[in-house]
């Protein structure tokens, strides 16, 4: 189901359709239309499967829509890493793009001062992305029950995923499906720290170290056929005095900023500007 934030806002090239707030739509009514040339048949295919049964595991196997069923009206990293990616996103992102935001939530982070064409928001709590101002329609799903994402080809120029790739269990299935949605030349930006809710993290993630994390983001872009070379950015905490008073502080998690890493990679080629 596909929820409208805004209910003046009609949905691209279906204006004649009507949208109302909170109110649900089969998204088969509210897809947008690409044209594109024939496609590679190849490109998007899953070449291999980067995680292990074991890998996929997490300690708290409940259904992650009971774990998220109520809403968490905070930020999960600190000012630093909301600063740097949203300057990532100022770089990255135009105004003229339409953008996914991939499990999602009551922010999106992207720069205040720019009106993108559109965002859709996905995410596994509704209320939450009903707070997100930033969306202009969002849908509620649970990509470890089904990967599929109710859009057609090529409808995104760009799709986000924000500190939440370390709970997915099928990730090679997601990426997949992002590399199908985007237009060519768009780009999946993949951000994290080294926070998480830990009982839902997937094994691999947990019991991985920062070097391991970044590496296994990259290892999901490249089982994906088609996706460019994935590159790294990331901005690490200057390193504590190791003074009493930083040992206390550390204790509480207050010594040092988040660390942060993003893994952007593009479909078939990175546009020159």
């Not at 998204?27 to 499967?49: E, H, V």
């Amino acid at each position: 189901m596909l929820y409208s934030n805004q209910a003046t806002k009609p949905w691209p090239s279906l204006s004649s359709f009507s949208l109302h707030p909170s109110k649900p739509q089969h998204l088969s009514k509210l897809l947008a239309s690409s044209s594109s040339s024939q496609p590679d048949t190849s490109a998007g295919n899953i070449k291999r499967l980067v995680l292990s049964p074991e890998g996929r595991v997490k300690l708290n196997p409940s259904p992650d829509r009971d774990f998220y069923s109520f809403p968490r009206f905070v930020t999960h990293v600190d000012d630093s890493f909301i600063s740097t990616l949203t300057g990532l996103y100022r770089e990255q992102l135009k105004p003229e793009y339409e953008i996914l935001d991939l499990m999602s939530s009551w922010v999106s982070h992207l720069p205040p001062e720019v009106k993108y064409k559109r965002v859709v928001g996905h995410g596994l709590n509704a209320q939450e992305l009903a707070r997100n101002p930033r969306l202009d329609y969002f849908f509620v799903k649970d990509l470890n029950q089904d990967q599929k994402l109710e859009f057609e080809d090529e409808s995104f120029n760009a799709v986000l995923c924000t500190v939440s790739v370390q709970y997915l269990q099928w990730p090679e299935k997601v990426f997949a499906e992002v590399f199908r949605i985007l237009k060519p030349g768009g780009v999946f930006i993949v951000s994290f720290s080294n926070r998480m809710f830990y009982e839902k993290a997937i094994s691999a993630w947990r019991e991985g170290t920062r070097y391991s994390r970044v590496q296994l983001v990259v290892q999901y872009f490249l089982s994906i056929d088609g996706f460019t070379r994935p590159e790294v950015v990331k901005k690490l905490p200057s390193k504590s005095d190791n003074s009493p008073l930083d040992g206390i502080m550390r204790l509480f998690g207050l010594s040092q900023s988040d660390p942060f890493y993003a893994v952007i990679s593009y479909r078939n080629f990175k546009p020159l500007n």
